[in-house]
């Protein structure tokens, strides 16, 4: 398996546009995982699914961010309108059954303008 | 929530020392206790974890130990190599039979390892 796939790698863009970052995750997984990773906050937990229902999104900031997950290939992040404080890396992650290990993407550097 | 502290927050070391990295949450119920390693650039990824029914757990050079009365968990590395110079993070959690849990990551200790 090619382990979890995030695109793009890296984001520039301006503030107030929109931004989706894509996840797939390893084949089998039924928990994804989404995070964000910044010098100040550390590793925050933004939302988690399990069979692609959401379970938690309390991590998440405010309105302007939300996640998707049609089915149990592919995620979305997406944040509308971006601003500058949204600049981080994020990284997806998925994990098997009762959610151990989480097995993480390379990670989306973005950078918002 | 979860609370969890890492101390320290940076570690250097001369290569070949020891290094011991503590981990202390707060809820009590937690019964997972994962030690992630990530390098400069790279992702986070598993190094060794234990689960509550066990006391230690070790993998060659690194170890990690439970304290479940004092709800602290440590990673120990003996014999550290350059290679272990990372951001080494905890995130206990309480998996449940329907439900994963949520992490709650750690801030995170910056192990050096000098030549």
């Known amino acids: 398996d090619a382990g979890v796939i995030q695109s793009p790698r890296h984001e520039v863009t301006e503030m107030g546009q929109e931004v989706t970052l894509r996840c797939k995750p390893i084949s089998g997984h039924d928990y994804l995982f989404w995070y964000r990773q910044t010098m100040m906050r550390g590793l925050e937990l933004l939302i988690y699914f399990n069979n692609n229902v959401p379970i938690d999104d309390s991590g998440m900031p405010e309105d302007r961010f939300s996640a998707k997950m049609p089915n149990a290939s592919f995620s979305t992040l997406k944040i509308q309108p971006s601003e500058p404080r949204d600049s981080a890396v994020y990284f997806c992650?998925?994990?098997?059954?009762?959610?151990?290990?989480?097995?993480f993407g390379p990670g989306t550097r973005l950078t918002v303008l | 929530g979860e609370n969890v502290e890492q101390h320290p927050s940076t570690l250097s070391v001369q290569e070949g020392d020891s290094a011991v990295i503590k981990c202390t949450y707060s809820?009590?119920?937690?019964?997972?206790f994962p030690w992630y390693k990530q390098e400069l650039g790279k992702r986070p990824q598993l190094i060794i974890d234990?689960?509550?029914?066990?006391g230690e757990k070790k993998d060659q050079r690194i170890a990690v130990t439970l304290n479940k009365t004092a709800k602290h968990f440590s990673l120990h590395i003996t014999e550290t190599q350059p290679e272990d110079s990372a951001v080494y993070f905890c995130a206990p959690k309480f998996l449940r039979n329907t439900n994963a849990g949520k992490s709650t990551f750690g801030d995170g200790t910056t192990l050096t390892v000098k030549p």
């Open positions: 234990i689960r509550s029914n066990v």
């Open positions: 809820d009590s119920a937690s019964n997972y």
């Open positions: 992650a998925s994990s098997l059954y009762g959610g151990d290990e989480q097995f």
